[in-house]
């Protein structure tokens, strides 16, 4: 199975700051099949983006993905108090569908 | 659109626990469903699909022998059942829609989950 994993594992961070949050994955995701996630204590997950680089509907933004291959990336550009919470990428370019660990968004 | 799950279980070991999730405000034949589950502080771990059209699963090789899905095309909803539980089964248990037609593709709609405790 493809082993994805996130760095850092929690970030301290201002509002208003720019995020970068990173996702390695174990083998290249030859489409690009790789999905990011925000959750919040006590929610479901809620998708972000898609193939990599698309927003999901209604999506601020704010947010956006780049990446390929092994190395993915999410981007907030202007942190607001809404988005503070656990972000995971997951690739759906093999079975198993594997998730990262995530990384923890806090206030600083 | 959304997933509604059943309520909250507690079960002993040794025991099996079946969860529903029930589709509604699209095609429910179109899209496939996962079963996702989340330990007590762990990420999410994907467990099997199910294709609503056909009622063909895959599964994750770790619950080889103990996880069964199933469909019930007349009222919308999808069954997880993992039989033989251990502590190590306590989580939340969710589903979630694929996004497109194919199964392969991202979560993008989610139940609100179903915590299920495995205890003596």
């Known amino acids: 199975e493809i082993v994805m994993t996130q760095s850092p594992a929690t970030l301290s961070v201002s509002p208003g700051e720019r995020v970068t949050l990173s996702c390695r994955a174990g083998?290249?995701?030859?489409?690009?099949?790789l999905a990011w996630y925000q959750q919040k204590p006590g929610q479901a997950p809620r998708l972000l983006i898609y193939d990599a680089s698309t927003r999901a509907t209604g999506l601020p933004a704010r947010f956006s993905g780049s990446g390929s291959g092994t190395e993915f990336t999410l981007t907030i550009s202007s942190l607001q108090s809404e988005d503070f919470a656990v972000y995971y990428c997951q690739q759906y370019n093999n079975w198993p569908r594997t998730f990262g660990q995530g990384t923890k968004v806090e206030v600083k | 659109v959304q997933l509604v799950q059943s309520g909250v279980e507690v079960k002993k070991p040794g025991a099996s626990v079946k969860v529903s999730c029930k589709a509604s405000g699209y095609t429910f034949s179109n899209h496939y469903m996962h079963w996702v589950r989340q330990a007590p502080g762990q990420g999410p771990e994907w467990m099997g699909t199910?294709?609503?059209?056909?009622?063909?699963?895959r599964h994750a090789q770790k619950f080889q022998g103990r996880l069964t899905m199933t469909r019930d095309t007349s009222t919308t909803t999808v069954y997880m059942e993992l039989i033989s539980l251990r502590s190590e089964d306590t989580a939340v248990y969710f589903c979630?829609?694929?996004?497109?037609?194919?199964?392969?593709?991202?979560?993008?709609?989610w139940g609100q989950g179903t915590m299920v405790t495995v205890s003596s």
């Open positions: 979630a829609r694929d996004r497109s037609g194919s199964g392969l593709d991202a979560f993008d709609i």
């Open positions: 083998q290249s995701l030859s489409s690009s099949y």
């Open positions: 199910i294709n609503p059209r056909g009622g063909i699963t």
